[in-house]
């Protein structure tokens, strides 16, 4: 058995996986994103308190619950990584990276976007959006930290340990920033959790987080797709490859 | 093979002596708490109700940003003339060594901080009931600013752009200790007990003893492969 | 729903389109990102594997 996992995690195995896989993810995320954008916008019925500014909500929740699970799949990666050396983990944990802090940041713009119409402010020490905003100082620690070493292998290392104890940090920081919002502002910032959601506004909400995951997944294969080229470059397969590639162009 | 109890002693007075011979390097974390406090009421105005509010914010962030500048030197010295290199491949385990330097650098570098903290707290007009509680929070505090920030020292020690990295990646880490300080430190102004917060601190403080030494010697380990 | 309608969105409009471009912005940066680093990674390999040919 360990041979056909040997095999099935070998870079070259996944490396042509992910050719295969990236089209049909591609267009999975463009089919999921036009039904999610038609039943939030059109089909979904106006917020009867809010009015159409809810409609933010089919952007803005999902980049947020997209940068928290971003973080933990890139942990987790990092930690199989780290422990078991396996070279995609750490391959596919620093291609994670970048989508996941422009989903922090778009939680973060859409946030404020949707506070001003509600709470005429542009930016408000909410709890959520506070966390939000650590998450994003994360992220680019992280990323700061991979792009600090020149060898490969260390940076992957380096970073996986700043991600898992990142991820030991999250619930800490997130119940910390929840004890402080409550005492600071206590009752007179509404909570901004989604109003009971009626069934139709749920539905686009579903679709558009699938939509946003499927996404995640077409940028995740295409940027390992590079790195595995970059990390087994002097490896027989990749210059077999490249042959192949330039008798085509 | 000595005893743990004897590796993490020898390893632990090393640090102290060593640290010891060069006092002005010492000094310099002190000298730049008292400075950045002394920056401050140039900043609000001198009067007094104002700064009472603002001074425990003021000192506990100096706290931070001095102990995080002081970080660098556990295992700088060591990285560079290769004793780091000699610990990890002595036959004791690293978790105890490093934990003998960690404890090394409190004493150093969170003890005096603490001690420097409480007389500038009279110099910035802080109430005496809040002062109980901002001793509090710091002598639980400091010590886990040393043990976070020797995990991202260990990742970062002898990269060019060590010293700004070693903050990016630390800050975030450190508000829930900021968070709960300053709010115990609140509540002892306005005689509310607080205790609820020093467990949190005192939870934070347990965790990262156990934990971050683990961490520091395993980052230890990649930094140096 | 007219489409007059439809980009007032009761007032918000602004705010509504504003952060589905800023999301539309993003995300269509990302894929550019990621694809043109694909191809400079492929050129750089190839050139390469033309200087050890050559050697």
């Known amino acids: 058995m360990l041979k056909q996992f040997h095999q099935l995690v070998s870079p070259k195995y996944f490396y042509n996986l992910a050719v295969l896989l990236t089209p049909w993810f591609a267009w999975l995320t463009i089919l999921l994103m036009i039904a999610g954008l038609y039943g939030g916008l059109v089909f979904a019925p106006a917020d009867y308190q809010q009015g159409e500014s809810f409609r933010i909500i089919y952007v803005h929740v999902p980049s947020a619950w997209m940068s928290l699970f971003i973080y933990v799949v890139m942990a987790v990666a990092g930690g199989v990584g780290l422990i078991w050396h396996i070279k995609i983990a750490d391959v596919v944990a620093k291609s994670c990276a970048p989508i996941g802090a422009s989903f922090t940041f778009l939680a973060l713009a859409t946030g404020s976007l949707w506070g001003k119409p509600m709470w005429g402010t542009w930016w408000v020490w909410d709890a959520r959006l506070t966390s939000e905003l650590i998450l994003l100082f994360l992220y680019l620690g992280y990323m700061a930290l991979q792009s600090a070493f020149d060898d490969r292998r260390v940076a992957a290392r380096a970073s996986a340990i700043l991600a898992l104890v990142g991820l030991v940090n999250i619930p800490i920081i997130h119940y910390s920033v929840e004890w402080w919002s409550t005492l600071h502002q206590g009752a007179t910032v509404s909570k901004m959790d989604a109003p009971s959601i009626h069934i139709d506004m749920l539905i686009p909400l579903l679709i558009m987080a699938l939509a946003f995951k499927a996404y995640f997944v077409t940028i995740v294969l295409l940027r390992s797709r590079t790195e595995i080229l970059e990390y087994e470059c002097n490896s027989s397969w990749v210059s077999k490859l490249l042959n192949k590639v330039e008798s085509r162009t | 093979m000595t005893s743990y109890w004897n590796a993490f002693r020898v390893i632990f007075l090393r640090d102290i002596i060593l640290a010891s011979r060069y006092r002005a390097e010492l000094a310099n974390p002190l000298i730049f708490f008292i400075m950045v406090i002394v920056l401050f009421p140039f900043a609000f105005g001198s009067d007094p109700d104002l700064l009472r509010r603002v001074t425990a914010g003021m000192i506990w962030i100096t706290a931070l940003l001095a102990s995080s500048l002081s970080l660098e030197g556990i295992f700088r010295s060591d990285y560079a003339d290769g004793s780091a290199e000699q610990m990890v491949l002595s036959g004791y385990p690293l978790t105890l060594l490093v934990a003998a330097k960690i404890a090394a650098h409190w004493c150093l570098t969170g003890l005096p901080l603490i001690i420097i903290a409480m007389l500038t707290a009279y110099l910035l007009s802080l109430p005496t009931q809040a002062l109980q509680a901002l001793f509090l929070t710091l002598f639980l505090g400091t010590p886990v600013l040393s043990l976070i920030g020797a995990i991202a020292v260990a990742l970062t020690v002898g990269l060019r752009s060590g010293g700004m990295l070693l903050s990016l990646i630390i800050l975030p880490l450190y508000m829930p200790i900021l968070i709960f300080s300053m709010l115990a430190v609140e509540n002892a102004m306005a005689d509310i007990p607080f205790d609820a917060e020093l467990y949190f601190l005192s939870g934070m403080l347990v965790l990262s003893v156990t934990l971050a030494p683990i961490a520091t010697a395993y980052s230890l380990r990649i930094r140096m492969s | ?55």
């Open chain 3, 1 to 55: 729903m007219s489409i007059q309608e439809f980009f007032h969105m009761g007032g918000y409009g602004f705010y509504v389109w504003s952060s589905y471009g800023l999301t539309a912005i993003v995300l269509i940066f990302n894929v550019i990102q990621s694809l043109s680093l694909q191809r400079k990674t492929l050129r750089e390999l190839k050139n390469r594997l033309r200087r050890l040919r050559e050697k």
